[in-house]
């Protein structure tokens, strides 16, 4: 076959998916070979980063409060730029953008909305961490001619494809449509994003659990028994787990998805004793990176529920987030209905 002497493209993976829905309009194909470009700048941009004089902060906030990166601020007009003009979106939301992004007047609005985190745990790039981009498309559900905040606030049940893209030692696009999840690796020499990980599948169970332990006295009692639990040492169920904490949610979930185990980030009480709150946010963080979970064979909870059930409020509102293999995410949820006030 062709696809074995070349490699099976990003282009040509999606193209084939949908010829399996004859009411595919080609869209969509579209719209991923677009993230696919953008990915790309930000690939050279991310690792040119300490050459290019980008890192250091802007002195601004951005709505989440967080001082924003220059690397940042760049890959969020590297997203927009990319997608405003095409015709296909009707509305974008990013992280670093506190109200829903219009598309402009001059450009014709498309059938679908996206919500993206342009560069999620960029607090990492000065140490050279890996880093990424999320992203989560809906079909446009609002009936005027342009995109609303609906577009946007939609269940992740409804999602039609949701990815991320780490900028790693290498740069791997993972990508779902609602057929299971593949992944692909640019190859930097030709500029081809290629199908190196076709079918992930997420082990039923894994022995890696990953958070930030640093929190752990302002989680729940649920929460906390479940890290003793998991830390008490039994030969039989190969506890204790190993801990993998990157602090870049991309790469945890990436590490996740791959070897099995669970990663969290519960709400917790230390910025105000009498309230506890989340952290991740629910539209470009949580909803997409469940939707991956679950396409994968795994699974991914607020503690209580499926985060894809969640009904979004707000475009940056956030919620606990436990996610990773089936047995590990409903081991947990066991410890948070036991132990925790509902
Ligand atoms: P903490 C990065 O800022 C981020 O939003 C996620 O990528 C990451 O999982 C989390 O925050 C890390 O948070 O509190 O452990 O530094």
Sequence with gaps: MASDTLGTTLTRHVFEQQ??????????????????????????????????DVLGYTGEENVQGEEVRRLDELANDVFIAAFDHLG????????????????PDQYQCGHYSIAFDPLDGSS?????????????????????PRGENQDLLQCGTELVAAGYVVYGSSTMLVLSTGRGVDGFTLDPEIGEFLLSHPGIRIPERGKIYSCNEGNYPYWSEGVRRYIDYIKTPDKESGRPYSTRYIGSMVADI???????????????TKKNPDKAAPKLRLLYECSPMAFLLENAGGAASTGRGRVLEVTP???????????????NVRELEE???????K
């Design 19 to 52: 010829k399996g829905h004859p009411q595919a309009t080609g869209e969509l194909t579209g719209i991923l070979n677009q993230i696919a470009l953008a990915s790309k700048i930000m690939s050279r941009k991310v690792n040119r980063a300490g050459l290019a």
């Design 88 to 103: 296909h979106f009707c509305v974008m939301a990013s992280e670093e953008v506190d109200d829903a992004i219009p598309i």
């Design 124 to 144: 990492n790039i000065d140490a050279n961490v890996s880093v990424g981009t999320i992203f989560a498309i809906h079909h446009k559900v609002s009936s005027g």
């Design 254 to 268: 990436h590490r996740t998805l791959l070897y099995g185990g669970i990663f969290m980030y519960p709400a917790d």
């Design 313 to 327: 409020e707000g475009l940056h509102q956030r919620v606990p987030f436990f996610g990773g293999s089936l047995l």
């Design 335 to 341: 410890f948070v209905e036991r132990y925790d006030a």
